[in-house]
């Protein structure tokens, strides 16, 4: 069994900053892609940003210069920097995953439970 469990989340006042961790644990081979999905009220699930397991990233525009991934293959853990952060960055955060549990299975994309950020104006 495969968890993702984020930490890091809280309020923040606009222009401010914080830093999101998520931890993979469980029964796993290896971790391919990583990454970070916010959900607003009343509005769908978006990506924000995700990393493979090179280091190469992909941010969503509205995020460009603002947030930074990075992650640390041997703790199995992925990290979201966010800085300057404004009011529409409100949302759930969730983590993602692409985990093989054996090297004889395919990827299969795992969730965090999410972390609230709140940024005030």
């Known amino acids: 069994q495969v968890q993702l469990v984020e930490s890091g989340g809280g309020l923040v006042q606009a222009g401010g900053s914080l830093r999101l961790s998520c931890a993979a644990s469980?029964?796993?081979?290896?971790?391919?892609?990583m990454g970070w999905y916010r959900q607003a009220p009343g509005k769908q699930r978006e990506l924000v940003t995700t990393?493979?397991?090179?280091?190469?990233?992909n941010y969503a525009d509205s995020v460009k210069g603002r947030f930074t991934i990075s992650r640390d293959n041997a703790k199995n853990t992925v990290y979201l920097q966010m800085n300057s952060l404004k009011p529409e960055d409100t949302a759930i955060y969730y983590c993602?995953?692409?985990?093989?549990?054996?090297?004889?299975?395919?990827?299969?994309?795992?969730w965090g439970q999410g972390t609230q950020v709140t940024v005030s104006s």
């Open positions: 993602n995953a692409d985990i093989r549990t054996s090297l004889w299975s395919s990827a299969t994309h795992y």
């Open positions: 469980g029964s796993i081979s290896s971790i391919n892609a």
């Open positions: 990393i493979t397991k090179g280091g190469s990233t």
